[in-house]
């Protein structure tokens, strides 16, 4: 029994206990460096893949995860099926959001968003802007971080931002100015060694990020 069979009887038997449910999925794009991962269709690893390079962790995603397919069933029954292709993720029409999440092994690096650049199908886009996500206290002039009782939020960084922890993780994003990319796509590349550098010991640029198809699934109730 291949793997995509047995994932489609288990998540009917999930439905059939629940009574009214479903399973949905699609295409996502998985982040990856080096050599193409040799299953690039296969589903992914459940969590964000954590890459490994010269001077800091990185985790990296994509907004544009594609739902093909959608079935609601009634107790094991077929209850609805809804083909349509949908980004349900994507909440800005026209507009990409690449999700970086850095733990520097220094506290030297600098995050500069608008050198950040998405390639697509040959095309270059340079970041429109880029994001800190955290507590803030929105009522301070460009808010201030709070441990409580502020609000979670992406805080737009400016040029640029000091990740001035060592060890510590950085959620951050990066906001382009195009729509939601195929990610049934083999074309499409993140480069970020203007965007991430190490501004004291001169450590080597970082490698090009691309990004491999893989397919997703998931039930609900």
């Given at each position: 029994?291949?793997?995509?069979?047995?994932?489609s009887?288990?998540?009917?038997?999930?439905a059939?206990?629940?009574g009214?449910?479903?399973?949905?999925g699609?295409?996502?794009?998985?982040a990856?460096?080096?050599?193409?991962p040799?299953?690039a269709?296969?589903?992914?690893?459940?969590?964000?893949?954590?890459?490994?390079?010269?001077?800091?962790?990185?985790?990296v995603?994509?907004?544009?995860?594609?739902?093909?397919?959608?079935?609601?069933?009634?107790?094991g029954?077929?209850?609805?099926v809804?083909?349509?292709?949908?980004?349900?993720k994507n909440h800005?029409?026209?507009?990409?959001?690449?999700?970086?999440?850095?733990?520097?092994?220094?506290?030297?690096?600098?995050?500069?968003?608008?050198?950040?650049?998405?390639?697509?199908?040959?095309?270059?886009y340079?970041?429109?802007?880029?994001y800190?996500?955290?507590?803030?206290?929105?009522?301070?002039?460009?808010?201030?971080?709070?441990?409580?009782?502020?609000?979670?939020?992406?805080?737009?960084?400016?040029?640029?931002?000091?990740?001035?922890?060592?060890?510590?993780?950085?959620?951050?994003?990066?906001?382009?100015?195009?729509?939601?990319?195929?990610?049934?796509?083999?074309?499409?590349?993140?480069?970020?060694?203007?965007?991430?550098?190490?501004?004291?010991?001169?450590?080597?640029?970082?490698?090009?990020?691309?990004?491999?198809?893989?397919?997703?699934?998931?039930?609900?109730?």
């Amino acid at each position: 029994m291949n793997g995509s069979l047995r994932g489609s009887i288990i998540l009917v038997a999930c439905a059939t206990a629940a009574g009214c449910a479903g399973f949905r999925g699609g295409w996502e794009s998985a982040a990856y460096v080096g050599d193409a991962p040799a299953a690039a269709h296969a589903e992914p690893q459940p969590g964000k893949v954590e890459l490994a390079l010269p001077g800091l962790k990185l985790q990296v995603s994509m907004d544009n995860r594609l739902r093909t397919y959608d079935t609601q069933v009634f107790f094991g029954l077929p209850l609805s099926v809804d083909p349509r292709h949908v980004y349900p993720k994507n909440h800005q029409p026209g507009k990409t959001r690449v999700f970086v999440n850095v733990t520097p092994g220094t506290g030297a690096f600098m995050f500069r968003p608008r050198l950040a650049l998405l390639m697509v199908g040959g095309q270059r886009y340079a970041a429109a802007r880029g994001y800190e996500f955290g507590m803030w206290d929105t009522s301070k002039p460009g808010w201030q971080r709070v441990e409580s009782g502020g609000k979670w939020e992406h805080r737009d960084v400016g040029a640029e931002l000091a990740l001035a922890e060592a060890g510590v993780r950085y959620f951050l994003s990066l906001d382009f100015d195009l729509p939601a990319p195929s990610p049934e796509s083999q074309d499409i590349a993140l480069d970020l060694s203007g965007a991430l550098k190490d501004s004291t010991i001169g450590s080597p640029p970082l490698p090009l990020i691309r990004f491999a198809p893989v397919r997703w699934k998931e039930g609900y109730t």
